[in-house]
């Protein structure tokens, strides 16, 4: 809600952050501090972007060097940093993993131990907020793709995270669901991290990070990165 106290702000560093998978090197040398509101992630496939967002929230921990959430490590302190930095994946078959779509995204709430009323309270909240109220009892998997990616978003917010991260959320959307989720994006208090291919959901954001093979290639506002990045690869 529009009138709804601003939310304190998470800041993420970075600190000479290389990740390998076995042999082999996707990010090397990532050094940097995440503070602004709105973070954009472009870059080729197989560029990192993905390793990158889930370094944030200790998806995947960093071979070498170190990332912190809020002076929290990811390494030691992952259930912590969970709790300030949701994640939603660009499948949201990744993601749902309860029966019914009220049960879902209880699920969340539910692990963190929060009291049944204030769980309640919640998801009635938002099931309201992304118009699934009216298929609370409906079986998540006969969701058509856009609602599902609206079910794996309530089921983030609904832990009230402080900033979220996306990995290409709208990739697997038509151009409506693609709208909408831009929307609900843009409507959160939260801070987000977005990657994405779709580069008209950046216009409005305080920066953009762009990657390329696995470093760091440019960083700024989007005026002085995308079409940076779009005469690149032109
Ligand atoms: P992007 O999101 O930009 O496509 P990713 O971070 O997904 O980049 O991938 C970077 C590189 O790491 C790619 O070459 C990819 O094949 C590889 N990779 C990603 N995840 C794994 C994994 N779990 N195991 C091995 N290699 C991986």
Same mark, same amino acid.
């Given at each position: 809600? /529009?009138?709804?106290?601003?939310?304190?702000?998470?800041?993420?560093?970075?600190?000479?952050?290389?990740?390998?998978?076995?042999?082999?090197?996707?990010?090397?040398?990532?050094?940097? %501090?995440?503070?602004?509101?709105?973070?954009?992630?472009?870059?080729?496939?197989?560029?990192?972007?993905?390793?990158?967002?889930?370094?944030?929230?200790?998806?995947?921990?960093?071979?070498? *060097?170190?990332?912190?959430? &809020?002076?929290?490590?990811?390494?030691?302190?992952?259930?912590?940093?969970?709790?300030?930095? *949701?994640?939603?994946?660009? @499948?949201? &078959?990744?993601?749902?993993?309860?029966? %019914?779509?009220?049960? @879902?995204?209880?699920?969340?709430? %539910?692990?963190?131990? +929060?009291?049944?009323?204030?769980?309640? +309270?919640?998801?009635?909240?938002?099931?309201?907020?992304?118009? !699934?109220?009216?298929?609370?009892?409906? $079986?998540?998997?006969?969701?058509?793709?856009?609602?599902?990616?609206?079910?794996?978003?309530?089921? =983030?917010?609904?832990?009230?995270?402080?900033?979220?991260?996306?990995?290409? $959320?709208?990739? !697997?959307?038509?151009?409506?669901?693609?709208?909408?989720?831009?929307?609900?994006?843009? *409507?959160?208090?939260?801070?987000?991290?977005?990657?994405?291919?779709?580069?008209?959901?950046? /216009?409005?954001?305080?920066?953009?990070? =762009?990657?390329?093979?696995? +470093?760091?290639?440019?960083?700024?506002?989007?005026?002085? %990165?995308?079409?940076?990045?779009?005469? +690149?690869?032109?």
């Amino acid at each position: 809600a /529009a009138d709804a106290p601003p939310l304190p702000r998470t800041a993420v560093e970075l600190r000479d952050v290389t990740h390998a998978y076995g042999e082999r090197t996707v990010l090397s040398d990532v050094t940097l %501090t995440l503070t602004e509101s709105r973070i954009g992630v472009i870059g080729a496939n197989g560029s990192g972007k993905s390793t990158f967002a889930r370094l944030l929230n200790g998806l995947v921990v960093p071979t070498a *060097g170190t990332v912190l959430v &809020d002076g929290l490590d990811t390494r030691t302190q992952v259930r912590e940093v969970r709790r300030q930095v *949701g994640f939603v994946f660009q @499948d949201p &078959d990744a993601q749902i993993v309860h029966p %019914t779509v009220a049960e @879902d995204v209880a699920f969340g709430p %539910t692990n963190q131990g +929060r009291p049944a009323d204030e769980i309640a +309270r919640r998801v009635d909240e938002v099931l309201d907020r992304y118009g !699934l109220d009216g298929h609370r009892d409906h $079986p998540a998997h006969l969701l058509s793709g856009g609602q599902k990616q609206l079910l794996a978003i309530a089921g =983030v917010l609904v832990m009230e995270p402080q900033r979220v991260v996306f990995d290409e $959320p709208t990739t !697997l959307l038509d151009l409506v669901n693609t709208r909408r989720v831009a929307q609900v994006i843009e *409507g959160l208090r939260q801070d987000v991290v977005v990657v994405t291919h779709h580069l008209d959901l950046l /216009a409005g954001f305080d920066r953009v990070l =762009v990657f390329e093979d696995g +470093r760091l290639a440019a960083d700024g506002s989007p005026a002085e %990165t995308v079409p940076w990045y779009v005469a +690149r690869n032109a």
